[in-house]
C-alpha cells in the first residue's frame, strides 16, 4: 500500500506516518512547518518527506501518482488563530483541501480520511453528540472545517471519490502541542506545571470536553484505509472517548496549583461523542483514558527528577 499523510509532521499526522512505516506501507508527507503551537516537527526518515504547502497545487500533484489512500490532516487547526486570522484559516482548510481532493481525483486515488472536528457541533446540540446533528459552526476554524467536510462529500457524490470524514473530539497524547496559549489544554496545564508555573482555566472551568487519545485517532485511521464497508464512504464519523471531563477536573489530575483567566469566544460548553457509527462501522474503540493516561505521565515526571 502506499500513502499520502499531508500535516504528516506534525502531532496526529507524525503518529499516522510511524503507523504506516510500522505495517510497511510505502509514505510520502507533505507538510510546511506552519503550526505555531508545535514544539516541534516530526519527520520520519522512513518517508518520503516534501516541505510544500497543500495550497500549491502544481507542487503537490505529482506526488499523488500511484497513491492508494490520502490521509488528510493538514490544517489551521485551532479556534483562536483562525478567529485572530480567518483569511488564513480559509485559504489552509478550504482551498487547500480542494487542492488535496483534486490532486486525488486526477490522479486515482482511491479514498481520502478527511480530519474534521467536533466544533461543528457548536452549542445547539445536546450531547450525546450525533453525526446526523445539525452543525452550529462558532468561529471560522469550524466553518472552514466544516467546509472541507462539504467538499469531501461532494467529491464522493459528483466525482465519485471515495472520502471518509472523521470528526475528532478533542486529541491529546504524545507531541501534543505545547507552544503558547492556544496550544490544546493538556498539553498546556503538562507544561506550564513542568515550568512551576500555575494552570490557567479559561473561564469557570466548568466547561466539559471529551478526550481523545492520538492512539486511538491513528487506529480509526488505518481501520477508515483497509475497510471494506461502503457505508463510510462519503459519510462523518465520530472520534471521541465517549466520556467527558470539565477542565477544573483535568487540571486536579495534575496538580492544584491553577488560576482562572477570562473566557473566550467561539467556544462550546460541552462535547460528548456518541461514538456508535465508528464502533458498528468500523470495529473501533477507544482504549485510552485521559486519567490514566496523565497519571502515567506524572508518574514518569516523578523518576527524572
Not at 150 to 168: H, N, P, Q
Request: proline share 4%.
Amino acid at each position: 500500500m502506499k500513502a499520502l499523510v499531508t500535516g504528516g509532521a506534525g502531532f496526529i499526522g507524525s503518529h499516522i506516518v510511524d503507523k504506516l512505516l510500522s505495517l510497511e506501507w510505502e509514505v510520502i508527507v507533505i507538510d510546511n512547518e506552519s503550526a505555531a503551537s508545535n514544539e516541534g516537527f516530526y519527520w520520519n526518515d522512513g518517508a518520503h518527506n516534501y516541505k510544500y504547502d497543500i495550497c500549491e497545487y502544481e507542487k503537490i500533484s505529482p506526488l499523488f501518482e500511484d497513491v492508494d489512500i490520502v490521509f488528510h490532516l493538514a490544517a489551521e487547526s485551532r479556534i483562536q488563530p483562525a478567529i485572530e486570522n480567518p483569511i488564513q484559516a480559509s485559504k489552509t482548510n478550504v482551498v487547500g483541501t480542494c487542492c488535496v481532493l483534486q490532486c486525488a481525483r486526477e490522479r486515482g486515488v482511491k479514498r481520502v480520511i478527511y480530519s474534521s472536528t467536533s466544533s461543528a457541533y457548536g452549542v445547539v446540540n445536546e450531547p450525546p453528540l450525533q453525526e446526523e446533528m445539525l452543525r452550529d459552526c462558532l468561529n471560522p476554524y469550524s466553518v472552514t472545517k466544516c467546509a472541507g467536510e462539504d467538499l469531501c462529500a461532494m467529491y464522493t457524490k459528483l466525482f465519485g471519490l471515495e472520502t471518509v470524514i472523521f470528526r475528532y473530539f478533542n486529541v491529546y497524547g504524545e507531541r501534543q502541542p505545547l507552544q503558547g496559549q492556544y496550544a490544546p489544554v493538556v498539553g498546556i496545564f503538562l507544561r506550564q506545571t513542568d515550568d512551576n508555573e500555575p494552570m490557567t482555566i479559561v473561564g469557570d472551568g466548568k466547561q466539559r470536553r471529551d478526550f481523545t487519545h492520538v492512539s486511538d485517532v491513528v487506529e480509526s485511521n488505518v481501520l477508515a484505509a483497509l475497510s471494506t464497508n461502503t457505508k463510510i464512504v462519503g459519510e462523518i464519523i465520530n472520534i471521541g472517548n465517549g466520556k467527558n471531563y470539565s477542565i477544573l477536573e483535568v487540571s486536579q489530575l495534575i496538580g492544584d496549583d491553577y488560576i482562572y483567566i477570562p473566557p473566550r469566544l467561539g467556544e462550546s460548553r460541552v462535547t460528548l461523542a456518541d461514538t456508535r457509527r465508528a464502533q458498528t462501522w468500523l470495529g473501533w474503540k477507544p482504549t485510552t483514558s485521559l486519567d490514566t493516561w496523565i497519571k502515567k505521565q506524572l508518574t514518569k515526571r516523578r523518576k527524572k527528577l
